[in-house]
């Protein structure tokens, strides 16, 4: 049974750790290493929506929307009808040619519609993505289509790329804060060192639901645990979960995995 | 979608029959890994395939590429390549890299005898801007030459390019855009990087397709090397460490049994993570737990000579990263312990009782 109040992931076992699913109209980080399965992660979220009529929104900053497209196809799903932004930057020119913001008019385009090729840097501007930029935009495309999930991937190239290094801890706080208030449900993804220190948004969100990525002699094992989840319970252990052809599928019935 | 080969046969079957076209990836590895020797097997593999291929060099001047790979018997001499390293400084003349053309510095491998003179030529002063406006000079020239576009391309490496031209807050987005301008090229690139840092988040680490790792360590008195794959976007991969060969005709990887690391160096190994962090203390909680158990039966004079070579081994099975056997160790010597310590008469009374050591790691 789930709550009236939440929804799903799009995960069963992953609305099993959160005890029914998001409590919606929130940001929630997706955290791991590279190569953990956010992004695949987060895409399953957006295709629950789709499947139940929602508006949803991809923010592509890490990959062009064409290889997000073909790296999806192998899993079948049917993402037609989602909207992605193209937030890559172009190539930085060292001359003085006209460098512009990524305009507020700018708009989504339909999954469907998008090619097999990457887009090219025009001759003779470059499109620069700043998160001011970009929150504006995401104002005006929230306004105008109504989105119920958003996905921003990743938070980790929007404070690389998009903001200079002494206003970083500020503007992300600032980020997410607007993520908050506008009432959607966001999943940021932030890419994790291998070791060492997590990154400070983990401590902005409502929730944050971590991967892990362990190597043993057996190959990559990949685990999950729910870090924080801001007015609900959750399952506190770290359970296995593998990629498989469609999707993420969370082991809930196997031991934890902390069990030694 | 075709693949590109590698080159390398067992890589080419870890990833699932090569690596997806048009894309930016890494070859990382510790110094003296294979790194560049990978990427010339991917070289090789386009040039034999007729792919115009191009490779551009930071970290060895092209004579010494080229004498590196003679050693193999091979010959690049349809290798485009970019010479790319850095003069000597005391050399540099004012005018900078932009304004003169490049082609000078794109050279046939077969035209190679010998290393560049900085004082024959201008200087250069390798920058992320300088290099890109020479790849992207020497890709339009290529195109307009033969009409052919460049297939692969192997920038060895981005280490070097780091350490020589990037400073300051701009690194990542100058990482950033050149690999947005590798992508746009829409060749297949191998970057070669070496990994400084576990603890930092490197740019081009998360923001290329895929990471192939090399691995290099000392078991013993022989050097061994393995290669596992990381990250691969969009494809499925065979995740296990494969054991890794750089013998008389370049680099092999056997399939048959995945590698292990049984090594005694020291310093990052694979498999350190999130996770076992959380083991470690798991561990480590348990080997403190029994270290008590010991220092009460010593008050108690409960015999216990067996217990602590059993917590050395425990110790040591810690130290060599067996998790599980140090564990399973220090559980049994913990339920020992206890059922001796519950049969001995109460200690003596004690002052003070003495404080439980720390377990270093």
């Given at each position: 049974?789930?709550?009236?109040?939440?929804?799903?992931?799009?995960?069963?076992?992953?609305?099993?750790?959160?005890?029914?699913?998001?409590?919606?109209?929130?940001?929630?980080?997706?955290?791991?290493?590279?190569?953990?399965?956010?992004?695949?992660?987060?895409?399953?979220?957006?295709?629950?929506?789709?499947?139940?009529?929602?508006?949803?929104?991809?923010?592509?900053?890490?990959?062009?929307?064409?290889?997000?497209?073909?790296?999806?196809?192998?899993?079948?799903?049917n993402l037609d009808d989602l909207d992605v932004?193209?937030?890559?930057?172009?190539?930085?020119?060292?001359e003085p040619t006209p460098i512009l913001e990524i305009s507020t008019e700018e708009e989504?385009?339909?999954?469907?519609?998008?090619?097999?090729?990457?887009?090219?840097?025009?001759?003779?501007?470059?499109?620069?993505?700043?998160?001011?930029?970009?929150?504006?935009?995401?104002?005006?495309?929230?306004?105008?289509?109504?989105?119920?999930?958003?996905?921003?991937?990743?938070?980790?190239?929007?404070?690389?790329?998009?903001?200079?290094?002494?206003?970083e801890a500020v503007t992300t706080q600032s980020f997410m804060r607007y993520l908050a208030e506008s009432k959607v449900t966001s999943l940021l993804i932030l890419e994790l060192p291998e070791e060492g220190e997590v990154p400070p948004e983990a401590f902005l969100a409502r929730g944050e639901v971590r991967l892990h990525k362990l190597r043993d002699e057996t190959g990559i094992k990949r685990f999950v645990s729910v870090e924080k989840y801001k007015g609900s319970s959750h399952d506190e252990s770290v359970y296995p979960f593998e990629i498989t052809t469609s999707g993420i599928v969370i082991n809930t019935a196997s031991k934890p995995a902390m069990a030694v | 979608m075709d693949r590109v080969k590698t080159g390398i046969a067992g890589l080419d079957t870890m990833l699932n029959d090569g690596l997806l076209p048009a894309r930016p990836y890494v070859v990382s590895g510790p110094t003296g890994s294979g790194k560049t020797v990978l990427a010339a097997h991917f070289l090789l593999e386009g040039l034999r395939q007729q792919e115009p291929c191009l490779l551009v060099t930071l970290d060895e001047p092209p004579f010494e590429v080229k004498s590196n790979m003679a050693t193999f018997g091979w010959s690049l001499d349809r290798l485009k390549i970019?010479?790319?390293?850095?003069?000597?400084?005391?050399?540099?003349?004012?005018?900078?890299?932009?304004?003169?053309g490049t082609s000078l510095d794109v050279r046939d491998m077969?035209?190679?005898?010998?290393?560049?003179?900085?004082?024959?030529?201008?200087?250069?002063?390798?920058?992320?801007?300088?290099?890109?406006?020479?790849?992207?000079?020497?890709?339009?020239?290529?195109?307009?030459?033969?009409?052919?576009?460049?297939?692969?391309?192997?920038?060895?490496?981005?280490?070097?390019?780091?350490?020589?031209?990037?400073?300051?807050?701009?690194?990542?987005?100058?990482?950033?855009s050149f690999l947005r301008f590798l992508s746009e090229l829409e060749a297949t690139s191998l970057i070669v990087s070496e990994r400084l840092d576990r603890k930092t988040l490197e740019t081009e680490f998360f923001l290329s397709r895929g990471e192939i790792r090399l691995h290099k360590w000392i078991d013993g008195s022989a050097i061994r090397r393995a290669v596992s794959i990381e990250k691969f976007r969009g494809s499925s991969f065979d995740d296990k460490m494969r054991t890794l060969t750089i013998g008389e005709k370049g680099m092999v990887v056997l399939l048959e049994a995945p590698a292990t690391i049984r090594g005694t160096s020291p310093g990052p190994k694979p498999g350190e993570s999130l996770l076992e962090a959380r083991l470690i203390d798991e561990v480590s909680n348990a080997i403190e737990g029994v270290m008590r158990q010991i220092e009460e039966a010593h008050r108690r004079q409960v015999p216990v000579r067996d217990?602590?070579?059993?917590?050395?081994?425990?110790?040591?099975?810690?130290?060599?990263?067996?998790?599980?056997?140090?564990?399973?160790?220090?559980?049994?010597?913990?339920?020992?312990?206890?059922?001796r310590i519950a049969g001995a008469p109460p200690p003596p009374p004690v002052a003070a009782p003495p404080r439980p050591p720390a377990v270093t790691r």
């Open positions: 049974m789930i709550p009236a109040t939440k929804i799903r992931t799009g995960i069963s076992g992953l609305d099993k750790l959160l005890h029914g699913g998001y409590v919606p109209g929130r940001p929630y980080i997706v955290s791991g290493p590279p190569g953990a399965g956010k992004t695949i992660m987060s895409v399953q979220f957006l295709r629950e929506g789709l499947e139940g009529g929602e508006r949803c929104l991809f923010v592509a900053l890490e990959e062009p929307p064409n290889e997000l497209k073909i790296n999806m196809r192998a899993f079948r799903w932004l193209d937030a890559n930057s172009d190539i930085r020119r060292f989504p385009a339909k999954m469907r519609a998008i090619g097999e090729r990457i887009r090219k840097t025009p001759d003779f501007e470059s499109k620069e993505v700043t998160v001011h930029s970009l929150q504006q935009l995401l104002k005006t495309l929230l306004v105008k289509r109504h989105y119920e999930r958003v996905v921003i991937d990743s938070m980790t190239a929007l404070r690389y790329f998009c903001m200079r290094e002494f206003e | 970019l010479d790319a390293t850095p003069d000597v400084r005391a050399h540099k003349r004012a005018r900078s890299v932009i304004d003169v077969e035209d190679v005898t010998d290393i560049r003179q900085s004082s024959v030529m201008r200087a250069l002063e390798v920058t992320v801007h300088s290099v890109q406006k020479m790849i992207k000079q020497e890709f339009l020239t290529h195109l307009e030459h033969t009409k052919q576009r460049y297939k692969r391309i192997v920038v060895d490496s981005m280490t070097a390019l780091k350490m020589f031209s990037m400073q300051g807050q701009d690194s990542r987005i100058l990482i950033q217990m602590e070579v059993s917590l050395s081994r425990a110790m040591l099975a810690f130290q060599r990263r067996s998790y599980q056997k140090a564990m399973q160790i220090a559980l049994a010597c913990d339920s020992d312990l206890k059922q």
